[in-house]
């Protein structure tokens, strides 16, 4: 695959977890950031590391299959290695992050990568959803969307949420995060962002998940979301959770 000309948020992250699916165009990116926030791959450490205790509670509930939007790169951790024995799709906007996902994913006959843009679920192939999420719309699935709220305004992200609650079946399970008001702190960074960029604090959060209902844990900083152990020491830049799709 050709060296892409722009950085991919997804590819940086790779890099900063430590894994080999990024590019120079990536790296140069990666530690332009850096120097003007300071480390991330501990923050992005953490992200990951929650994502993988939601996708495992999500499991537990008997979920066997997931829909994830803004896939990124499907190593280090992400929802199908989280829960191998699970079904999982995939989607992202970008070509070449799709291209590299493919190609990681090619020998596996549980899990698929493809286009899918979370605004507009008929963006999705029905046949790769209908292999890899068997139960879309019929029984419980997982939705994995993480590292998205803050590229969606309120009434996008509100009503993009409402059409994903529409769509699934009642007990289906929703990962979601959002960027808190934290990189205020850090207008160079900030400013790097772009001006889709949105920070929200969790009270303001909290109305745009519409019907979704919070499991008890609540939207948390990620750091202290059912932790395995004492809570990572990182800035509090992400909240999370998981939230339910009741029944109708």
Do not use: K
Not at 61 to 70: D, K, N, P
Request: glycine share 12%; proline share 9%; hydrophobic share 45%.
């Amino acid at each position: 695959m050709d060296d892409p000309a722009a950085p991919s948020t997804a590819r940086m992250i790779d890099f900063w977890l430590g894994g080999e699916h990024h590019f120079p165009v990536d790296v140069a990116a990666a530690h332009a950031f850096e120097g003007a926030y300071g480390p991330c791959a501990p923050v992005f450490r953490d992200l990951r590391a929650f994502l993988g205790r939601a996708v495992r509670a999500i499991a537990a509930q008997g979920v066997e299959s997931f829909l994830v939007f803004g896939g990124g790169v499907p190593t280090m951790g992400n929802v199908h290695e989280a829960a191998p024995e699970a079904r999982v799709l995939y989607t992202d906007v970008d070509p070449v992050t799709i291209r590299l996902g493919q190609q990681i994913l090619a020998g596996s006959d549980r899990a698929g990568y493809g286009f899918g843009d979370a605004t507009d679920l008929g963006t999705i192939d029905p046949a790769q959803l209908h292999r890899f999420v068997p139960g879309w719309g019929r029984s419980p699935v997982g939705v994995v969307f993480l590292g998205l709220a803050a590229f969606l305004d309120d009434p996008t992200l509100a009503r993009t949420l409402d059409e994903l609650y529409q769509a699934t079946a009642p007990g289906s399970l929703l990962a979601i995060d959002f960027d808190t008001e934290e990189l205020a702190g850090w207008p160079a960074a900030l400013a790097m962002m772009g001006p889709a960029f949105r920070m929200r604090s969790p009270t303001a959060f909290r109305p745009l998940l519409g019907r979704w209902t919070p499991t008890a844990d609540g939207i948390v900083p990620v750091a202290t979301w059912r932790p395995d152990g004492p809570p990572a020491e990182v800035p509090d830049a992400f909240h999370g959770g998981l939230a339910v799709r009741a029944d109708d």
